[in-house]
């Protein structure tokens, strides 16, 4: 009873800091191509690689805010559905794919079980979202949902940088207080729900672009997110980031144990352990 209604309080605090985070939204700001375009875009275009030809596929964007990485799926021709715990932002959702011409479902979550059917969808996304639920739960439900040969796809931060660790401590402002990183024990607890767990991380010496943005653009991570500024400034970073980006393919590879200080796990999540 007392998990029950820590539950519903840990969901009633991340509505209401997303609902508010809503408000002022403006689909024509909204980075839906972009995010998976751009250069510095890089693990959306893994996912897009994990993921092949989606058109006609069942896509479930989980915890989606405003679904840019739904919207997008839905451009490639896949049936998309959002599902997060902030109404607001599911509006948003909804004015988003209407601005980009292409039909979205949305459903709101209200407690630890998702709102889909048994093994509803071929494919899951989510941007940043593990680490914002109690994965006890969470991971079950996700397994249930899947189809026997679907596949799920999440980006998720790591708890070991110790420049994401400052960079966190100075973001206060723009983050909820129930997140927290991945640990690589945790990683590893998913395969009680699923048979492949694969995990490939990035950003590591790209992180420079982070001390780019605060030492010499001057910009306070409560004052623009950076995984949104990656994004918008994607060609100016350009000559920064991809002579790193080949250098963080050959370094991760040959010293695997610098893997553990990325900023991003990108988990490729198959064969989903369906209780019958």
């Not at 893994?46 to 839905?74: M, P, S």
């Not at 979202?129 to 040969?149: C, I, K, N």
């Not at 960079?167 to 990183?181: C, H």
């Amino acid at each position: 009873m007392a998990q029950a209604s820590e539950e519903a309080a840990r969901i009633r605090r991340e509505s209401e800091y997303h609902d508010r985070d809503a408000d002022n939204f403006d689909p024509a700001s909204a980075l839906v191509d972009e995010s998976f375009t751009a250069v510095t875009a890089i693990a959306n275009q893994h996912f897009l690689r994990q993921y092949g030809d989606v058109r006609g596929k069942r896509v479930l964007d989980y915890g989606c805010g405003a679904a840019e990485g739904g919207i997008y799926l839905a451009k490639l021709g896949a049936r998309v559905v959002g599902m997060d715990v902030s109404r607001g932002q599911l509006d948003n959702a909804e004015k988003l794919a209407a601005f980009h011409g292409v039909k979205i479902e949305t459903r709101l979550v209200t407690d630890t079980r998702i709102p889909a059917d048994d093994r509803e969808f071929d494919f899951i996304y989510g941007n940043g979202v593990l680490h914002h639920v109690p994965l006890d739960s969470a991971v079950p439900e996700l397994a249930r949902v899947l189809a026997p040969t679907g596949k799920g796809c999440f980006m998720e931060p790591l708890p070991y940088n110790p420049l994401i660790e400052v960079y966190r401590k100075l973001a206060t402002q723009v983050r909820t207080e129930d997140e927290r990183p991945l640990s690589w024990d945790q990683i590893a607890s998913l395969g009680r729900n699923f048979d492949v767990v694969e995990h490939r991380e990035v950003w590591f010496s790209t992180l420079a672009v982070f001390l780019k943005f605060f030492l010499i653009d001057r910009v306070h991570p409560n004052d623009e997110r950076y995984w949104k500024k990656i994004i918008t400034d994607a060609e100016s970073v350009r000559w920064l980031f991809s002579p790193l980006q080949a250098l963080d393919d050959r370094l991760l590879k040959l010293v695997p144990p610098l893997r553990k200080l990325c900023w991003l796990t990108l988990i490729t999540l198959a064969g989903p352990k369906h209780a019958n």
